[in-house]
T-cell receptor, first 117, second 115 residues
Framework: AQTVTQSQPEMSVQEAETVTLSCTYD???????LFWYKQPPSRQMILVIRQEAYKQQNATENRFSVNFQKAAKSFSLKISDSQLGDAAMYFCAYRAISSGSARQLTFGSGTQLTVLP | GAVVSQHPSRVICKSGTSVKIECRSLDFQATTMFWYRQFPKKSLMLMATSNEGSKATYEQGVEKDKFLINHASLTLSTLTVTSAHPEDSSFYICSAREAPSYTQYFGPGTRLTVL
């Protein structure tokens, strides 16, 4: 079974600084998707970034980028120039692609990010 | 990005009554939708997967007769909590999967309080 581990329950960063959130996963699949979602105090889950496992290039969305290490099964999220609005719970998620696998999202336990003014 | 709406955002009901929560994909068709439950400061727990036109698949431990799911169209899924009890009080979130990107988009959630 797939598992997703976020080993940092809480993180904090100074406004305008950079922070990296860690995520590791375990799977026997060769093709899959990885996601980072944020959940601010409103509790609306928002997609931050997505990575296809077959792509070697790390995904980037404005101030958000990932470091995807397939062999190490690691998928960290880097937030540059942190803003107060980035404060949220961040969830790493995995989804297999093959038809023989469970295709629902598997979530990590989350990392609560605080941005300090 | 794709938008998923959920209604109501908050509901308070008496013990023993039933509550229906609607989930709509507003700008895309979703053959598959998901229902989650989330406890405070915890991750999302998948309750069931619904496919348009067929019966929902429930996760282990989720009572299908208590949490009725209907996915009658490509843009609408409903969750009915039947004979609600205080222990059913929680935050319920729906999600719709956009094909072919496999990306799931989430509704804003429903806070259910059973008195």
């Amino acid at each position: 079974a797939q598992t997703v581990t976020q080993s940092q329950p809480e993180m904090s960063v100074q406004e305008a600084e950079t922070v990296t959130l860690s995520c590791t996963y375990d799977t026997s699949e060769s093709d899959y998707y990885l996601f980072w979602y944020k959940q601010p105090p409103s509790r609306q889950m928002i997609l931050v970034i997505r990575q296809e496992a077959y792509k070697q290039q790390n995904a980037t969305e404005n101030r958000f980028s990932v470091n995807f290490q397939k062999a190490a099964k690691s998928f960290s999220l880097k937030i540059s120039d942190s803003q107060l609005g980035d404060a949220a719970m961040y969830f790493c998620a995995y989804r297999a692609i093959s038809s023989g696998s469970a295709r629902q999202l598997t979530f990590g336990s989350g990392t609560q990010l605080t941005v300090l003014p | 990005g794709a938008v998923v709406s959920q209604h109501p955002s908050r509901v308070i009901c008496k013990s023993g009554t039933s509550v229906k929560i609607e989930c709509r994909s507003l700008d895309f068709q979703a053959t598959t939708m998901f229902w989650y439950r989330q406890f405070p400061k915890k991750s999302l727990m998948l309750m069931a997967t619904s496919n348009e036109g067929s019966k929902a698949t429930y996760e282990q431990g989720v009572e299908k007769d208590k949490f009725l799911i209907n996915h009658a169209s490509l843009t609408l899924s409903t969750l009915t909590v039947t004979s609600a009890h205080p222990e059913d009080s929680s935050f319920y979130i729906c999600s719709a999967r956009e094909a072919p990107s496999y990306t799931q988009y989430f509704g804003p959630g429903t806070r259910l309080t059973v008195l």
